[in-house]
Nanobody
Framework: VQLQASGGGLVQAGGSLRLSCVAS????????MGWYRQAPGKEREFVAA????????YYADSVKGRFTISRDNAKNTVYLQMNNLKPEDTAVYYC????????????????????YGQGTLVTVSS
């Protein structure tokens, strides 16, 4: 699967951004999707995930209540709405698909060697 994230940019603290990730190459609608991020000098970490149907979501504690993940299977796209952004949200954001179809959203919270595709940079200024 090929993944292309977009929508990053520079925003002030308290602002909002919506990231998009378009997938191609296999049946997108059968796979759970996740968002991950990597800040400068830090390891990549889990942010949010959504089940193949969109009925289940899972979030890292650090973004719960501020970020919302969603998907549009007709467009092969997963979104990450980010509100009330903080400087510590500054990172390159990546999306990834589950290895197997019908994986749970929670399973995406375990860091594995996913194909993260090309990320998009989010910079939050204080």
């Amino acid at each position: 699967v090929q993944l292309q994230a977009s929508g990053g940019g520079l925003v002030q603290a308290g602002g909002s951004l919506r990231l998009s990730c378009v997938a191609s190459g296999r049946t997108f609608s059968s796979y759970a999707m996740g968002w991950y991020r990597q800040a400068p000098g830090k390891e990549r970490e889990f942010v949010a995930a959504i089940s193949w149907s969109g009925s289940s979501t899972y979030y890292a504690d650090s973004v719960k209540g501020r970020f919302t993940i969603s998907r549009d299977n007709a467009k092969n796209t997963v979104y990450l709405q980010m509100n009330n952004l903080k400087p510590e949200d500054t990172a390159v954001y990546y999306c990834a698909a589950s290895f197997h179809p019908y994986a749970t959203a929670q399973s995406m919270g375990i860091m594995r060697g996913y194909n993260y595709g090309q990320g998009t940079l989010v910079t939050v200024s204080s």
